[in-house]
Every structure is written in C-alpha cells, then in structure tokens.
C-alpha cells in the first residue's frame, strides 16, 4: 500500500486523516470543456469570457447536468475501510482498490484526534453529539488503539508471518490472506484510483460535504473539492450557489411563505407579524400545520429557517 | 407493430396522441416496498399506516432516494421517433424497441390536431408560442399530412412493396429495410418496453412532465404518472410536494429573502416595502443585482416568484 | 451545425459517410493509466515495458475490466440520425447532441454510394445483400436524393424561412422548430459530443464493428477505433486477440469438440474422419444434435467453423 | 438486524453460513417476459413453447441480452462484510443496507467451519490452498473466534452498553455508534436488500460463482441462482449453456486450433500427432509460442484446454 511520505512531495497529494491521502492523478476538461459540450446544443454566438461564465451558471442553476458529465476527475485516495463503505456506494464511478486476497494489508489504522472523539447524538440518531471527556475520553482512544494494534498481531499469526505473535509454525504459508484479514477491523485503511465525471462529483460533494454526513467522509468530499475549484473554478461557484448551499423549497412551503407575504404585503403588517396572525386566525400552531399539510418537523424547521421563532 | 385496436379494451392501456399508447404491463412492489428497503437501514420500531406514510414522505423530502429503486415499472409504450429522441436519453431505464431492420414500418405518423399547431416562441428559443391561424395554419396541417404520405409510398417502393409506387419492379427484394427506412421522417411511429425503477421515472417525470419539456412528451409522462398515481398513492403525492412542484431557492435568493424579512420585522414594515427599501438603498434595481451577485434574469424571476413587481 | 469544411484541416477529424465526420477531441490516459489502475490491486514489483504489456494482455484476456474504465476519450461526431439511433443505445456514455428544439436543422442529408443501395438480405433478416442495379438502382438513388431535397423545402417553408416555398406568409415566425422538424427524414445530420470510458468503447466496438451491425455504424466504429489503436496501442492489440475477434465456444460445443479429438487421437482417426463416425454411431446428422442438444442452425454454424463440412 | 430464526420458516429464504441467509423476496417477469420483450423487435409469428425455448436460447447464445433486463429480482441478504465489499461492486443493483451510524451491530460474526481454514494458495496469488491441521489449525479457528468475542465486547463498551465490559460510566450515551463501529472486523455480519435484473444477475453469477472467486461469495451466488433456475428454467439453461459454463477462445488460440484440424484432416494424422509434428516443424515449444504469439501461460492452457499434455 502507498504510505503517505512517498507522496508528500507530490503538491498534488493533501493528506487526509492519520494514514490517508486525496491525490488528483489526471483530469480531462475544465470549465471550457462544459461550455463547448453545451454550445453544441444551444448553437454559437459570441462567447466571450462573460458569456461563457454566464451560460455556466444558467446550466447550473437550471440542472442541465449533462455538459458537467464531459469534466474527468482521477483521484489516488486512501481512506478506513469503513469511510470506503460509504465512498463506494456512488456507482457513477470507477474503481480499483487494492485486494486483501492478494496483497498483505499494512499495519494503518485510523485512531481519531481525541477532540472526534464524540458521543453518540441525542438528536440525531446517525450523528455524533458532544466530545467525551476524561476516564470516558481515555477509554475510548485506548480501546481503540488497543483493537488495531492487537488485531493486526493476531492477522500477521494467522498468516504466520514472523511479525506476528510466535506460533512456531515454522515455514508454512499460513491461513490464506482471503481469510485472514477477516479479524482486522473497519479502521484499517485501503486506497483505490477513483475516476468520477464533474456531474456526479457534484451529486457526491452535496451529499457527502453535507453536515448531515459522517465527519471523515466530509473532510475527504472537501479535500476534492478544492481540486475542483482550482480546476473548475466558475462551475464550482455555480454549484455552491446553486446546488451545494440552494434550499429546497416544497409545494407546502412555498404556499405558506407566499400566503405569509401576501398578509403581509395587504395588511401594513411585518412578516413576522402576519405569521403571528396566520396562527391566530388557525386556532392555534397545530391547526395552521394541519391546514397547510404539514408534519410538525416540517413546521419547526420552516420557522428555524424564516427566522419564525 | 401493435396498433391502437388491439389493446384498447385492456384497461390498463390508455391512447396516447393518434396513433400511440401508454400500456403498464408490469409493475414489482408498491408504498409498502419503499417502506420494507428503508426499514432494513432505520430499524425496526412500530409500522402503523400513518408511521410508513411519514416515512416515506421524510425520505423523499430529504431525497433518500434509493428505497425508491425498489419499485419497477414496466410500461408498452408507442409514440413518434421524435418523442423517442428525447425519451431514449434516459439511460437508467432498459429498452426493446421495435427494429426497422429487422421488420417493415408501418404507415402510421403523428400528425397533430390543429390546435397544436403553435408558431415558433418568440421569447423561448425552443419552446412553442401562439397557435397558426388561416392559411399558415393550412399550409402547416397539409404539409405534414402529404409529408407523411408521400415518404411513406416512397419508403414502400424502396422495398418493392405492391403497394407502393409502381415501379414494374417484379418480385425482387428491393432495397433493403435498413437502407429504405432512411426516407421516413421522424414523426413515424415506434413501439418500444420500458422498464424503469420509481426513483429514477420520478426524476424522469421532473424533467419531462415539466411546463419546459415539449408538449408531446409532457403528454406521455402525464399519462405514465397516472399509474404512479394508482399504485403508489404516498409516494406519489411526497414527490408532488417535495419534488415536482418544489422549488430550488439558491444561496443568493435565500440572503436576499432572508435579508428582506429581516428588514420587514426591524423597520415595522410590509415584505414589499422592505424590498423598495433596499432597492432604494442600493441605489438601483441593477445595483442591488450586483451586490447579490445576480444575473438581470434571475431578479426579473425573483420578483415574479414573491410577487414583487 | 459543424460543417466538414470548419473541422477538415483538423488532424483528429476524419470524414465519415458524405457529410459527417468523427474528431477526437480530448482523451486522458493510455496504456500506462490501465497498468497504473491494475497495480493498486496486484502490487507493485517490477514495471519494465514488456511486463505492462503482458500485464495488460493479461487483464483483457480474463476480462478484468475495471482498470480499462480509467481511460476516456471524448469525440466530436455528427452522423445521420438513424446512426444516432442505435448509437444512443450504449447508455455508459455521455452526450450533448445539437437540439432541433433550439436549432435550425441544417440541409445535410445522407445519400448513399450506389454501391451501398443493397437489396434486401434473403438470408439475414435484418441485414442488406447484392447491390441493386439498372433502374431498380437509378430509382433507389433518385427516391433518396428527391425526398431528402423536398422535405428540407417542406421544413423550411414550415418554420417560414424566406429560402422555402413561398406561402406569401409575410414575416411571422412560423411553425416552431420543434414542429416543423417532424417532416425530416432519419438520414438528416445530427452532432454531437460523445464521452466513453475505454472498457465501454471496447464494449461498442465489439458489438458495433461486428460485420451483423448495419454498414453505417460499422464505418463510425472503425473510425473510432482508429484512435484507440493510436493512444492505447497495447490494450488494442489486446482487444482484437481476446475479445473483438474471440469466439464463444458454448458447454455443448466445447463438449462435442473435445469428443472429436478423443476419438481421433484413441482411434488413430483424423478429426474430419473422426466427425463422420460419430454421426454414424449416433445414427444421423439430425440424432448427433439431438444427442448433445444443439440447434440445427448451432450444428451448421459449428460444421462450418471447425471446416467439417 | 433480521436474524436466521425470524425467517427459518420461510420457504423463500435459505441459511448462508453460519449466521447469513438469501431469500427471495420479490421478482418480475420470467422466460415468458424476455420472450415478450424479444418480440418487440424481431416481429410477431407463432408463439409455441418450442419456439420460446429457442427464441430464449438464440438471445443468450448470441448474447443480446437487453431482453433479459426486464426481469428483476429483489433478495434479502445477509453476509459477513467481507463479503459485501465485494457484492457491492456490482453497480447495475439497487441496494438499501443496515447502518452502522443508525443502528446498533449485533454480535453476529462469521467463523468460518474448520475445513474450510485453508492455507494460502501457492498457485494461485489470490486464492485458498490445502486445508490447516493440527495445531495451525486450532490456532486460527481460536483466533478468529476470540478476535470476534472480544472485539463485540470492546464495541458495546464503547457505546456504554450494559453488555459491555464495565467502565463504570453510569448512563451517559457513550461513544458515537459510526464511531464504535471502527473496532469491529470484516467478518461482522450486515444485512440488506439488494434488487438486480435478469442480465445483470447473469454477469453477476458468471464472475462470482466462478471458481476463482473467493468461496464464501461463490456460496452466496449459488443460493441466489437457484431461485433463478426455479423462476427462469428456460433462461438459466442457455446462460449455463453459452454463458456460464462457455469458453472464450481467443483469435490466437482459434488459429492455432484449426491449424491443427487442417494438419490431421491433410497428412492423416490425430488431433495430437499433428500438433506434436507442428512443434517439430517449429522448432520447440517455445518457438511454436513464439509463432503464435502466445504466452507461455496461454499455451500451457491451451494443451490441458485440448488434452495435448
């Protein structure tokens, strides 16, 4: 496997986590590439550099995807094999990764910086919540260090390699490494060549920078995102703009937000206030998010978001 | 090729434009089948009706969108080669169209009904606008209607067809199918299976079922949503409301909208006052544009979207 | 739409049929991006020039695609749209083909070589035999030339472009584009660009350059192919020995050939001889495909490859 | 997570190792739907069951394969993780999998059965050889089960679960869930559901019930393909027939091959004197390789493909 200070000097490679990496290896089109592949479609014109800018944006912000597709991005990443769990599960892509049947697996595995080391979420019951602390902080990184550093022990035994605890095996080829890399655990890391198009990395980047996604897979979504917006750089504002940080807005949303600003708008009222009288003139809350169809999380997150409470 | 006479009585067909049709022939899972796949991630916990409608409605709100793999559509579909163009480039969907080849066209085009007849959009380039009248609309009907005709008798002599233009050509083969087909033009009829998963014909009705897609094909994907309608009545009302008739608020408009309501509830005035205010802060209308970053298009449409203008 | 002419003194542009054309217009990786891929999960060891090519020959040779996914090629094509038809089936690909919604379709239409209007195959059924001659010939060649010449002034009467048929229609707008193009015929031009990765372009040219896909096709694959040979040099050679000109040899045929040679070598025999004593014991030709249950159309292929016949 | 006992009783479903299981929860269509499919394309005609069985066999044989899509197949599986990193490589599927991050893991781990403790391959760099013994034997059926034990027992302390070793840390919330996982190995066991088509289950089989696929993946094809052969009996034929159990004999070996024939059927050889006399004529073996262009590897094959050895 790559180990890290063979490509630290690569100003192409940023490391990731303890043992990772995210390296760009080779790419194919730029924001010119996006732009031609759409013109073919809308016709010619003029196309200086404003324009092209401007037709990105539009493509963007109208989701007409498919010129993005014509953008390659190669990446060399290495990453826990419980982070490439979720990775793989994007299936625009191509892979190779390395085998575990055929290679030896090496001795990395991602012990976290004690500050992730967090507890479970109260709130959110896929999320991470408030840092552990003391005794309960110490027996957490311990154990888990103590887990990879005793199993990779008990794989070496297992395929009797001289590293691993003596069995006195003598010579003999060991359990297969099919079988053998059963008893190393999830933070053993694995590396791969990644090849995605920008259209798909794009999809990728909004679920997996996302806040709402685990905290490792974030930080290698934003360690290739930064090669996007030095490639790409006007298609990466545009996806910011427009898609990354856009809010969708539903049917029920959107006809609440309008009845609150018409209220507004014929009554002399604020906004604030209209919401107030809209409730009023409801019963209470309850009724309000039952007339417009609304779940009791929908209503909640629409007043978080309007500033309604 | 199978011609509208013989599936109309079967209830599960509906004709589509004068020729075609829309047939479901086979669908595997419904509501319950999103329910069931999203479980196995989320766990187990009560299933009463109200609990799985919430659940599916959270997922598509939050497009979790691969339970929604778990249900196939399988549709017989016959319409015009132009409509085809355009609903072939949905690639996550498995096609067996009828090969012109391999068998004979058939003398069956799309000719629309005179109201359909519309001018050229003067405002969307590749939209349509107003309907012909008088003598334009004449020309038009006649001339689609003897194209029709005409290519087809050709297409018929080119394979040596008693039928076509005689040409005292005996019993020999004639051109061959591949070669004669070229003639026929593209509002010539095609039949076709298509199998497609929930998630993506839902993506699928978004973009073609849409006031943007040409009209014929809005008319197909209306008629295919029927069934999506019929067989899974909760998924089908969140994608309505979540998806289909969202709307995509980008970073930009959500600080203008949150700026303007912020001015509203501060200054003790209406949602439109606030907006003259900050127009009248900026300086102008196209000043305000820049300081948001917007292009002139997309305030025109922010002002139409909240009713500002 | 690109004009042969725009595109001709270009060195990555080819002709293809009368008017079309195929460019390439950018590719990232070669060879040595499928060894590099390859690598990361076989290990490293040594890397010298004849090992990649046996690595590579390797890989193709058993069907270890994935690292064939790390090289694209993107291309510049315009072809008649009955081409685009079956073109458009790979779905592992990208386009962005020019709009007759948006776009003026152009007067680009394909009429084939005399020596291409072939009859109609009587053996295959999809598939063109012995070229037409005399006035059958003549009429094939005029029906094609006249309808493509008529129907474009059809098209631009309907869109009421001034060098159409003069309907006195003054300066409106016309039929909308979207319309007006259902009088074209399929041999009208389309264009496109077209992004594969080089696992699915083999796919392609595996099913498209087979001597049983229709000419035209055959001719815009060979073209392609050209410029695999150029950039990926190694992995073509590979391509023709173990996949494009490989034949599948089902259970049953490889049984029954192996029979013939155990016959042979046990009964001093040679293979034919050997052959024809097994259809004696079996009693006929018709109960030794029964015996090992082939087709008879399976019997005859494999008689004709094995030169038994 | 499901476990074996909730779904013993369900004829659907069958044990896969020691804690696993397959079944069958869902499918579309049959022999009869790809024969529906087929018929789209190549015409009407007569519809006997004679001629299905054919038309099934000539789609498989020549592998056109689109028709096969329109069969689906939804399973619910559960396999060790190992395992499910590489089912998960299959792209073509829909899968929704238990979380890590939502849901607690289950002490469940697959210990594989003693005979089954095979020694690395010396042959085959990624493969199983001889079974382990005596002592070599009981040290890693002792390992992996107690890796399995502690490692469980280091989670549930983790997640401050009362299970667990004691900590002493009363009732706070532990460390997060998509934390503690990390300590867990490969052979903890997932669950899922996971729905592919006919074609894609076909490619599917061909690589992973093949004998060089790591055995604990090929037992799991094999349960999957059983409910195929009991649902498709038509189709599953011609894939083991064309498909599965067919050979891929490459331009090179094909030459050389009927080289052969031509040389016994000319001077009245056997199969095998005339390869012995083109080695001769050659030089040596090597020089023959050489002529050919093959490996050593590859004409080593060849001889034991056609008994020359």
Redesign the interface.
């Known amino acids: 496997m790559t180990v890290w200070s063979e490509v630290e000097n690569d100003a192409s490679y940023s490391k990731y986590l303890d043992h990772g990496f995210v390296g760009l ?5 730029d924001d010119a ?1 996006i732009v ?3 013109r ?4 010619k014109g003029t196309k200086s550099v404003s324009e092209d800018r ?1 037709l990105i ?1 539009y493509l963007v ?1 109208h ?1 007409h995807t ?2 993005l ?2 953008v ?1 991005f ?1 990446f060399h990443l290495k990453m ?3 982070v ?2 979720q990775h ?2 994007h ?2 892509a ?10 030896v697996m090496t001795d990395e595995f ?1 012990i ?1 910086e004690p500050s ?7 709130i959110n ?5 408030a840092p ?1 602390e003391g ?2 902080l110490e ?2 990184f311990n ?2 260090s103590r ?2 550093a005793e ?1 990779y022990l ?1 794989y070496l ?4 390699d001289p590293s691993g605890r003596s ?1 006195n ?1 003598g010579d ?8 053998a ?7 053993n890391y694995t ?3 990644w ?1 995605i ?1 920008l259209k798909n990395l794009f999809h990728y980047l909004k679920l997996r920078a996302d806040s709402h996604a ?1 905290q490792e897979i974030q930080m290698l979504a934003n360690l290739m995102a930064q090669h996007v917006k030095t490639h790409c750089p006007v298609a990466w504002e545009a996806f ?3 898609w990354q ?8 949303e ?1 006809n609440l937000l ?1 009845d ?3 209220l ?2 014929n009554t ?5 206030e209209s919401y107030v009288r809209m409730i009023d003139t409801a019963g209470d809350r309850k009724a309000l998010q039952q007339k417009y ?1 609304m ?1 009791k999380r ?1 209503l909640d997150e629409f007043e978080t978001l ?2 309604l409470n």
Do not use: C
């Open positions: 290896v080779d790419r194919m089109g590439a031609q592949a759409a073919v479609s809308y016709g401007g944006r912000r989701f498919t010129p597709e014509m390659e190669k826990p094999i419980f490439m769990r793989v599960r299936r625009m191509s892979i190779n990764e390395y085998s575990g049947r055929y290679s991602y976290p992730r080391l967090q507890a479970q979420s109260s019951k896929q999320g991470s919540g552990l005794q309960e027996m957490a154990t888990i887990v990879s199993n008990d035994s297992l395929i009797n069995y095996l003999r080829e060991g359990l297969a490494r099919e079988l890399r059963m008893v190393l655990p999830v933070n590396e791969l060549y090849k198009d685990q910011e703009d427009y940080h856009s809010i969708s807005v539903s049917r029920i959107h309008q609150i600003i018409a507004s708008n002399n009222a604020t906004f604030s169809g779940s929908e309007w500033r």
